[in-house]
C-alpha cells in the first residue's frame, strides 16, 4: 500500500511539474484558442450546402492559420532553450518512475519543431483541395495535442483522450498527417528508434 502510495504521489509531482513547464512555455500565446477556432471554422465551411459560403468561411480563416504557423514556429522556438532533461518523454506507452532512465525516450523540443514544420506545410499547401487541406491541417493539430497530452501524462492517456474529444486512434491521426511529418514525428517517437 505504501508502495503504491509512493508511486502515485511521484506521478502527480512529474505531472505537474510538465504541465507547468508547458504551460509557461505555451501562456504568451494564443494557440489553443487558434486552434479551436480553425478546426470550428473548418466544419463549419464543410458543412456548408452552400459553396461559396464554405468558400468565404474558409477565407477568413486564413489569418488564424497564419497566426498558428507563426505561433507554433516561436513556440518551438522558445522551447529550445529549454533544460533537456525536462522535456525528454518516455516512448513506453504508460508512465513509469524511472523510465525516462532505463528506457528509450524522444524530446518534446525536437517534436514540436516536427510538429511546427508540419502546420506550416499544411497551411502552405496551396494546391491541395480545400477539403483536403483542412483535414490536413487539422490532423497536425491534433497530433501537436496528443504530443503535448503524452508529454504531460502518458501516450496511453493521451490517445485516451483524443480517441474521448475527436473519436479518433492515435494509428489514424498518425496516418492522416501530411508524409513528411508522419516520416519524421514516428521516427522521432517509435519505440523501435531507441534514444
Partial sequence: ????????????????????????????????????????????????????????????????????????????????????????????PVWLPFALALAPSFDLREALRVHARGICRAIDAQAASPKDRAFAITAELLLMQHTCHWFCRSKTVASARMLARHRTSYDQLAAAVLPRTRSEYLGLVSLANGA
Fill in 1 to 92: 500500500m505504501a508502495l503504491a502510495a509512493a508511486f502515485w504521489m511521484a506521478k502527480a509531482k512529474t505531472q505537474q511539474q510538465r504541465i507547468a513547464l508547458l504551460a509557461r512555455f505555451l501562456s504568451p500565446y494564443s494557440i489553443e484558442k487558434n486552434i479551436e477556432t480553425v478546426t470550428q471554422g473548418y466544419l463549419r465551411a464543410l458543412g456548408e450546402a452552400d459553396p461559396g459560403r464554405g468558400e468565404q468561411i474558409l477565407y477568413l480563416l486564413r489569418a488564424n492559420e497564419q497566426d498558428l504557423c507563426r505561433q507554433m514556429s516561436q513556440l518551438a522556438d522558445d522551447i529550445a532553450a529549454a533544460d533537456p532533461a525536462a522535456t525528454r518523454v518516455s516512448k513506453l
